[in-house]
């Protein structure tokens, strides 16, 4: 499997030349490093080379690396049933730099792209429809970024009162609680109730 695969990447490499950063087989998957600007070429001819034929988009998504100065990914995922094979494509891009939309190649990459814009903050260049897919109108923030607060800004209610959905300020309804995270095979240093039939 792992020579096949390694000589679809030489292929695929000697095809695309400098579109293609590189490539590496890791998970029983071949994984290619493309160049930003070239993933609607990288994509086309993954989809039309006949060695390749991979037609079928499975996802796009996001992966947030804060500590470097390009810190997100662009994962997508491909699937060729002709060769029962499937292929990662990664992009490294940052908050300013938008990737193009291979929405032209794949139509099925718009609502993936979408999700990664609203949980992310990636931007896709020449898409028809950017706009958030699953926050709320108005959401401040993008809630799979690391230095995304836990309990978020807002929240969303709807108010019998005012018979209208209201947002407010985040309230914590009780503190954050401790725990002693001991082994569990030290114990504890505090009985429980019923310990006392143990020692019985």
Same mark, same amino acid.
């Given at each position: ?48 080379d006949p060695q390749c034929q991979f037609i079928s988009i499975i996802d ?14 662009v994962v997508y995922h491909l699937l060729s049933p002709h060769q029962n094979?499937?292929?990662?494509? *990664?992009?490294? =891009? @940052? ?10 190649? #794949? &139509?099925?990459?718009?609502?993936? %792209? ?17 706009? *958030?897919?699953? =926050? @709320? ?10 230095? #995304? &607060?836990?309990?978020?800004?807002? %929240? ?11 947002y407010e300020p985040v309230k914590l309804a009780q503190e954050f609680r @401790? ?22």
């Amino acid at each position: 499997m792992e020579d096949a695969l390694s000589e679809l990447g030489e292929y695929i490499a000697q095809k695309l030349g400098d579109s293609l950063l590189g490539f590496a087989i890791a998970y029983d998957e071949l994984t290619l490093e493309a160049k930003g600007e070239s993933i609607v070429d990288v994509m086309r001819t993954l989809r039309d080379d006949p060695q390749c034929q991979f037609i079928s988009i499975i996802d796009i998504c996001g992966v947030d690396y804060p500590e470097r100065s390009q810190r997100f990914d662009v994962v997508y995922h491909l699937l060729s049933p002709h060769q029962n094979n499937r292929i990662r494509v *990664r992009v490294i =891009t @940052d908050e300013e730099t938008a990737v193009p939309s291979i929405t032209g190649v #794949f &139509p099925g990459a718009d609502w993936f %792209e979408r999700e990664a814009y609203d949980m992310y903050g990636i931007l896709f260049t020449g898409h028809p429809d950017l706009r *958030r897919i699953l =926050t @709320d109108y108005g959401f401040d923030g993008y809630p799979l970024r690391k230095d #995304f &607060p836990l309990t978020g800004f807002v %929240e969303v209610r709807y108010d019998e009162e005012r018979k209208r959905v209201i947002y407010e300020p985040v309230k914590l309804a009780q503190e954050f609680r @401790d725990f002693d995270y001991l082994s569990p095979w030290d114990g504890t240093d505090y009985d429980l109730p019923g310990d006392e039939k143990a020692k019985q």
